[in-house]
């Protein structure tokens, strides 16, 4: 009785209901094994980030100094074909001056506040270029700078923020996934106390 039930079909007039429901089966398997491939192809990249972030953090926990903390992120950096890395820490929050006497990691929350308004907005990522003002705020140190990944640190951003850089200007753009920086944004700052005193 199925079998005769026709259903109209735009090219051959119509089809069997049995033809018709089994065409729209296929479909779904095809768009099915789509979603299964980008969730295997997504899978793989996150176990990529993740092996980064223990290998990164491994690191990070044996340095003995902050100067070996900061050259081993550096390094890190280096091997995902970044330029470098910076940290720079808002000074209202930790104690920079003597005797940590590190003013190159002190940035004045007032002075970085234009910045984070236009290029980060509610979030606490921004991925893109930045202009000469911003590089010499953020990175006075850099020499060339094409594109780069900012996450605030600290699970409300309150505290500083990582920098990597790259010299290509289309590495990082809006839109990129940002489950690494966020993990590195929230385990950072308790590294850092090893050395720093918070304010």
């Known amino acids: 009785m199925v079998e005769r039930i026709r259903v109209p079909h735009p090219v051959r007039e119509s089809t069997s209901l049995m033809e018709w429901h089994m065409n729209r089966q296929r479909k779904r398997i095809c768009y099915l094994e789509d979603d299964l491939i980008c969730l295997v192809e997504q899978a793989k990249q996150n176990e990529v980030l993740f092996s980064h972030l223990l290998q990164l953090l491994s690191d990070l926990s044996g340095a003995k100094s902050l100067q070996d903390f900061l050259s081993r992120l550096s390094s890190w950096s280096k091997t995902l074909g970044l330029s470098n890395s910076y940290i720079r820490l808002f000074s209202d929050t930790w104690r920079l001056g003597a005797p940590m006497n590190s003013p190159e990691l002190s940035l004045s929350r007032y002075s970085f506040e234009p910045v984070r308004i236009k290029r980060f907005g509610d979030s606490n990522h921004y991925l893109g270029s930045l202009h000469g003002p911003e590089i010499l705020l953020l990175m006075p140190q850099a020499r060339h700078v094409g594109s780069v990944a900012i996450s605030l640190l600290g ?6 923020m990582v920098i990597f850089n790259s010299h290509d200007k289309q ?3 809006d ?6 920086l966020d993990q590195l944004a929230k385990l950072l700052p308790g590294l850092l106390s090893r050395w720093i005193e918070r304010a």
């Open 171 to 173: 590495h990082y753009h």
């Open 175 to 180: 839109g990129m996934g940002t489950d690494l």
């Open 155 to 160: 699970t409300q951003g309150n505290l500083g």
